[in-house]
């Protein structure tokens, strides 16, 4: 699951819409829209949704980093 999936599974679960969010991260809506679409999050960002969030930042990271280091071991 990439990063925007789980941003947008983490809008959709607190009933929001995405200008609600961007306000309640305090990220202007059309910085959150271009992340999500691009996929591309700075740690700012991430770490400023994840505070808002009650979750870890490295919740909020993309899978593949994972898959990459299990298919290493």
Excluded: P, W
């Excluded at 947008?8 to 309640?24: C, P, S």
């Excluded at 990220?27 to 770490?47: A, C, G, M, R, V």
């Amino acid at each position: 699951m990439t990063t925007s999936e789980k941003i947008l599974e983490l809008i959709e679960e607190l009933g929001l819409t995405q200008q609600q969010f961007a306000r309640l991260v305090g990220i202007h809506y059309i910085s959150l829209n271009k992340n999500l679409t691009k996929d591309n999050f700075s740690s700012k960002s991430l770490e400023k949704i994840a505070k808002a969030c009650g979750v870890s930042m490295y919740d909020l990271q993309s899978d593949s980093v994972e898959t990459t280091l299990t298919q290493v071991s």
